[in-house]
Antibody, heavy 119, light 109 residues
Framework: EVQLVESGGGLVQPGRSLRLSCAAS????????MHWVRQAPGKGLEWVSG????????GYADSVKGRFTISRDNAKNSLYLQMNSLRAEDTALYYC????????????WGQGTLVTVSS | DIQMTQSPSSLSASVGDRVTITCRAS??????LAWYQQKPGKAPKLLLY???RLESGVPSRFSGSGSGTDYTLTISSLQPEDFATYYC???????????FGGGTKVEIK
């Protein structure tokens, strides 16, 4: 059974940093690209960042480029999101998502970790 | 970036109704489209990918169609468990610039 478990969320002041983690199990982690998708309270889904199986291809939404860094550790079956210079508009539930076999859609999602940016 | 416009943003329907949700891309996406269902307090669930391919375990009352820029999700006979918010997502853009539609909330009439 595929499981994705996010952690690391919390309350943080504007301008500070936070690192999210996603522990994966139930599939061959280093065979798949992985992504972060967020959802602000009461709003829709927004893709944040994605990383290929070998970290050779990485992408970011314009809203986070230059502030967030995605990475993975295949030996630990883990995905990370380093978030710097956080803003109030980064407040959201952050989901870790596994990429599908046939394209960059998301066939499995974690339960999400909440990031609240507020003074 | 490719913009995805979903319509309607909400709709009211009854159990047994046929429901159609539309997603329009700002440029052609060659069927690189997925549909998700999200219930309150839960993570999204994949329903279809490649515009019309049903994900394993998803009931056959869900179907997808379309081509080019215009795509449709159809629920042939709405069931009580189908009341939720639905999102489309394009994955045509490379390198990764993935985008979602704004969502369609399906409510009970």
């Amino acid at each position: 059974e595929v499981q994705l478990v996010e952690s690391g969320g919390g309350l943080v002041q504007p301008g500070r940093s936070l690192r999210l983690s996603c522990a994966a199990s139930g599939f061959t982690f280093d065979d798949y690209a992985m992504h972060w998708v967020r959802q602000a309270p009461g709003k829709g889904l927004e893709w944040v960042s994605g990383i290929s199986w070998n970290s050779g291809s990485i992408g970011y939404a314009d809203s986070v480029k230059g502030r967030f860094t995605i990475s993975r550790d295949n030996a630990k079956n883990s995905l990370y999101l380093q978030m710097n210079s956080l803003r109030a508009e980064d407040t959201a539930l952050y989901y870790c998502a596994k990429e599908g076999i046939f394209g960059a859609y998301f066939d499995y999602w974690g339960q999400g970790t909440l990031v609240t940016v507020s003074s | 970036d490719i913009q995805m416009t979903q319509s309607p943003s909400s709709l009211s329907a009854s159990v047994g109704d046929r429901v159609t949700i539309t997603c329009r891309a700002s440029q052609g996406i060659s069927n690189s489209l997925a549909w998700y269902q999200q219930k309150p307090g839960k993570a999204p669930k994949l329903l279809l990918y490649a515009a019309s391919r049903l994900e394993s375990g998803v009931p056959s009352r869900f179907s997808g169609s379309g081509s080019g820029t215009d795509y449709t999700l159809t629920i042939s006979s709405l069931q009580p468990e189908d009341f939720a918010t639905y999102y489309c997502q394009q994955y045509y853009s490379t390198p990764q610039k993935l985008t979602f539609g704004g969502g369609t909330k399906v409510e009970i009439k």
